[in-house]
């Protein structure tokens, strides 16, 4: 594992950790927080799922 794959790590964890404290305050409900964190789950699948076919397209 390089460093270029390490430091992206770092900074998607701290971001989350950011984040993740506000995210949680706001959906205190949980049918709010599970309606809330289902539809952040599809837009980061989608989001991967778009990001792999366009990184595969050149194999």
């Not at 309606?35 to 837009?43: A, F, R, V």
Request: glycine share 6%.
């Amino acid at each position: 594992m390089g460093l270029e794959e390490i430091v992206p790590s770092i900074a998607l964890i701290l971001v989350l950790i950011l984040v993740l404290p506000g995210f949680i305050k706001s959906n205190l409900k949980k049918k709010i927080f599970f309606k809330n964190l289902s539809i952040w789950g599809i837009i980061v699948l989608v989001l991967m799922i778009f990001l792999y076919f366009i990184f595969n397209e050149k194999n």
